[in-house]
């Protein structure tokens, strides 16, 4: 049983319900290292790995193993174990197809340094070189290499946004792997703001809140992925304004990203915001057919796997959303070939491309879980979204609400105002009518509902 395939192909399931960001923290160097009766042991590198995997994503993983595999695993246990250095890391997993591109290359000088850049949290294979560039990225691409280019001189801080999956984490470590190519004793640190928070906590428990201060306030570049996970939380906050501060004042570059602007950020102390407007702020959105098309090539390219146009063709037609599930939806079809030893044709990537398809997940989605990802995504409560309230922070997220049962669900306009509060049925049609004409100028709303659809599908396709 080819362990690696089963463990890639669980692999590309999960990543289409996490972000970029804790898919790489978590998941990187995991292995399955036994597979027998239904039994799987999933190895991991440290028993911090091991604690996480157990008590956040154990569900998810055996889901995913039971798609990756069609078959009955009974029970997922973990095991801190080094991977034999004679088996390839995951990420740079060549499938061993009967018709590759061309042979194995040589280790590149990127690969042979990968040491010293996983040290600093960067993933070897999210360079610039990898970065296929379009429409939709192309400022945030070129405001990307400025920083790289001359840290701490232009675009301070440089804040990326866009939704799940469109590439914001890969642009934010080519800028690390550049600065530490170029500049080896720059002191860089990439960090999820998940992260930052648990070291503060850890920190700040144990009684050594000065050693953190320390870590982040004398290094020279800050890379922090998913700052929008800083609403709620006023101590890491605090430590976080400081910090922004004191690296600022002494020219230190500071990057950040986010899943949407920062005024979107709701709950983000004004402080703060006016410190993360300070410098450039750049989007990405959805790659367009050509550019999911050169995304394709050149990940089968890292593959060493060979898909014809027509193919290509196929898998950048039905998946419209973001470049992860693209991308997951390729590391499907090559597990998937491989593990079943045959050639890819359309007849059998069709199936495969059908889990990834909206109207499959759409069957999924009920009222009260489309409600609940509105009111998760706007961060307010289940009383905000019922109550009466005008405020806008409230009103917009509600007639946003409005708008995806009808559009989503289609319910119908008397049974959309029993779900939001018993309100009247006039009140659904005009929230309706509100925000179809603000689709047609607002490029926000149309974020916020490209991002609001991608975790309602994700959670669908969950249950």
Same mark, same amino acid.
């Given at each position: 049983?080819?362990?690696?395939?089963?463990?890639?192909?669980?692999?590309?399931? #999960?990543?289409?319900t996490?972000?970029?960001?804790n898919?790489t923290t978590?998941?990187?160097?995991?292995f399955?290292?036994?597979?027998?009766n239904?039994?799987?042991?999933?190895?991991?590198?440290?028993t911090?790995?091991k604690?996480?995997?157990?008590?956040?994503y154990?569900?998810? %993983?055996v889901k995913a193993?039971?798609?990756?595999?069609?078959?009955?695993?009974? !029970?997922?246990?973990y095991?801190?174990? +080094?991977?034999?250095t004679?088996? #390839?890391?995951?990420?740079?997993?060549?499938?061993?197809?009967?018709?590759?591109?061309?042979e194995?290359?040589?280790?590149?000088?990127?690969?042979?340094?990968?040491?010293?850049?996983?040290?600093?949290?960067?993933?070897?294979?999210?360079?610039f @070189?990898?970065?296929?560039?379009?429409?939709?990225?192309?400022?945030?691409?070129?405001a990307?290499?400025?920083? +790289?280019a001359?840290?701490?001189?232009?675009?301070?801080?440089?804040?990326?946004?866009?939704g799940?999956g469109?590439g914001?984490?890969?642009?934010?470590?080519?800028?690390?792997?550049?600065?530490?190519?170029n500049?080896?004793?720059?002191?860089?640190?990439?960090?999820?703001?998940?992260?930052?928070?648990?070291?503060? %906590?850890?920190?700040?428990?144990?009684?050594?809140?000065?050693?953190?201060?320390?870590?982040?306030?004398?290094?020279?570049?800050?890379?922090m992925?998913?700052?929008?996970?800083?609403?709620?939380?006023?101590?890491?906050?605090?430590?976080?304004?400081?910090t922004?501060?004191?690296?600022h004042?002494?020219?230190?570059?500071?990057?950040?990203?986010?899943?949407r602007?920062?005024?979107?950020i709701?709950?983000?102390?004004?402080?703060?915001l006016?410190?993360? !407007?300070?410098?450039?702020?750049?989007?990405v959105?959805? &790659?367009?057919?050509?550019?999911?098309?050169? %995304?394709?090539?050149?990940?089968?390219? !890292?593959?060493?796997?060979?898909?014809?146009?027509?193919?290509?063709?196929?898998?950048?037609?039905?998946?419209?959303?973001?470049?992860?599930? #693209?991308?997951?939806?390729?590391?499907?079809?090559?597990?998937?070939?491989?593990?079943k030893?045959?050639?890819p044709?359309?007849?059998?990537?069709?199936?495969?491309?059908?889990t990834?398809? &909206?109207?499959?997940?759409?069957?999924?989605?009920?009222p009260?879980?489309?409600?609940?990802?509105v009111?998760?995504?706007?961060?307010?409560?289940?009383?905000?979204?019922?109550?009466?309230?005008?405020?806008?922070?409230?009103?917009? &997220?509600?007639?946003i609400?409005?708008?995806?049962?009808? @559009?989503?669900?289609?319910?119908?306009?008397?049974?959309?105002?029993?779900?939001?509060?018993?309100?009247?049925?006039?009140?659904? /049609?005009?929230?309706?009518?509100? %925000?179809?004409? /603000?689709?047609?100028?607002?490029e926000?709303?149309?974020?916020?509902l490209?991002?609001?659809?991608?975790?309602l599908?994700?959670?669908?396709?969950?249950?």
């Amino acid at each position: 049983m080819n362990y690696q395939a089963i463990w890639q192909a669980a692999l590309g399931e #999960l990543e289409l319900t996490l972000s970029k960001a804790n898919f790489t923290t978590w998941f990187k160097n995991t292995f399955i290292s036994s597979f027998e009766n239904g039994k799987v042991v999933v190895s991991v590198p440290n028993t911090f790995t091991k604690s996480w995997l157990e008590k956040k994503y154990h569900d998810a %993983i055996v889901k995913a193993l039971r798609t990756a595999t069609n078959q009955g695993v009974r !029970e997922v246990t973990y095991r801190v174990e +080094a991977k034999n250095t004679t088996v #390839l890391p995951l990420e740079h997993l060549l499938p061993e197809t009967p018709f590759p591109l061309e042979e194995a290359a040589a280790p590149t000088e990127q690969e042979t340094t990968s040491a010293s850049t996983n040290d600093l949290g960067l993933n070897p294979r999210y360079l610039f @070189e990898s970065f296929v560039v379009g429409k939709s990225n192309e400022l945030a691409h070129a405001a990307s290499q400025a920083v +790289a280019a001359k840290p701490g001189t232009v675009y301070n801080p440089l804040f990326i946004y866009g939704g799940v999956g469109m590439g914001k984490t890969h642009l934010l470590q080519a800028i690390g792997h550049h600065i530490h190519k170029n500049s080896p004793n720059t002191k860089l640190r990439y960090v999820t703001c998940e992260r930052f928070t648990n070291e503060f %906590i850890q920190h700040v428990r144990s009684g050594r809140g000065a050693e953190f201060k320390q870590l982040y306030r004398t290094i020279d570049v800050l890379i922090m992925d998913d700052v929008q996970f800083l609403t709620g939380k006023e101590g890491t906050q605090e430590e976080f304004f400081h910090t922004f501060n004191a690296l600022h004042q002494n020219n230190k570059q500071i990057i950040l990203a986010s899943d949407r602007s920062p005024k979107d950020i709701q709950g983000l102390e004004s402080r703060l915001l006016s410190r993360f !407007e300070w410098g450039m702020i750049a989007d990405v959105t959805k &790659p367009d057919f050509e550019t999911r098309v050169a %995304i394709l090539q050149s990940k089968t390219r !890292e593959k060493n796997y060979a898909l014809n146009t027509e193919l290509l063709h196929m898998v950048a037609g039905a998946i419209q959303s973001n470049v992860r599930e #693209l991308e997951g939806a390729l590391n499907k079809i090559v597990a998937y070939h491989q593990f079943k030893n045959l050639l890819p044709s359309a007849a059998t990537i069709q199936p495969l491309l059908q889990t990834f398809a &909206p109207a499959f997940t759409k069957r999924s989605i009920s009222p009260k879980l489309l409600i609940e990802t509105v009111i998760a995504y706007y961060e307010i409560s289940l009383d905000d979204m019922l109550g009466k309230s005008r405020e806008r922070r409230y009103a917009l &997220p509600r007639q946003i609400a409005m708008f995806l049962l009808r @559009e989503e669900t289609k319910c119908s306009f008397p049974s959309i105002g029993d779900h939001l509060g018993s309100r009247d049925h006039t009140t659904a /049609m005009h929230a309706c009518q509100k %925000i179809t004409d /603000m689709l047609k100028d607002d490029e926000q709303i149309k974020r916020d509902l490209s991002v609001i659809r991608e975790k309602l599908y994700s959670s669908a396709a969950a249950h």
